[in-house]
């Protein structure tokens, strides 16, 4: 009998968790798009999830939750990635640097992405089960 694999979906547990993250992000920005003097905010993908896959650079040491254990700690989600200020693409005179077409393509292009990575996970379940029931149902 061979060893069930810890992570069977891959990456894909750890993106659609900061798919979640981006979509509340966006979503706040959107909603602040008029208050002034609001600085939108936007999660950099790649160096989180990277940040999460423990690929940064190889710079981090493995952690271990328990003694004898290798593996990321409590806090290595990748919905603990560090917000940043987006760049604005032009001034305004309120000091709000939400543009709102940017954010609702941006909301559209997360949102295609998250579905992905749900139908990703979705396919795998469903052949793990017709793997278990050996195609019978």
């Known amino acids: ?3 069930i694999p810890q992570n069977l979906f891959g990456i894909h547990t750890q ?6 993250r981006r979509a509340d992000v966006l979503a706040n920005n959107l909603a602040n798009a008029d208050t002034p ?6 999660i950099d993908f790649r160096k989180a999830l990277s940040a999460a896959g423990g690929n940064a650079g190889g710079s981090l040491p ?3 939750p328990t003694a004898g254990q290798i593996g990321g700690g409590p806090h290595a989600g990748a919905a603990s990635a560090a917000l940043e200020y987006r760049v ?3 001034p305004s ?3 709000n640097t939400v543009d709102a077409q940017v954010e609702q ?3 559209a292009a997360n949102s295609v992405h998250y579905q992905a990575s749900l139908s990703f996970i979705t396919a795998q ?3 793990l089960r017709t793997a278990i029931t050996g195609g019978q149902g």
């Open 1 to 3: 009998m061979s060893p």
């Open 15 to 20: 993106a659609l968790e900061l798919w979640q």
């Open 105 to 107: 393509a941006d909301f």
């Open 88 to 90: 604005p693409t032009q």
């Open 125 to 127: 379940i469903h052949m």
């Open 62 to 64: 493995l952690q271990a």
């Open 93 to 95: 005179m309120d000091g």
């Open 37 to 42: 003097g609001y600085l939108a905010r936007d």
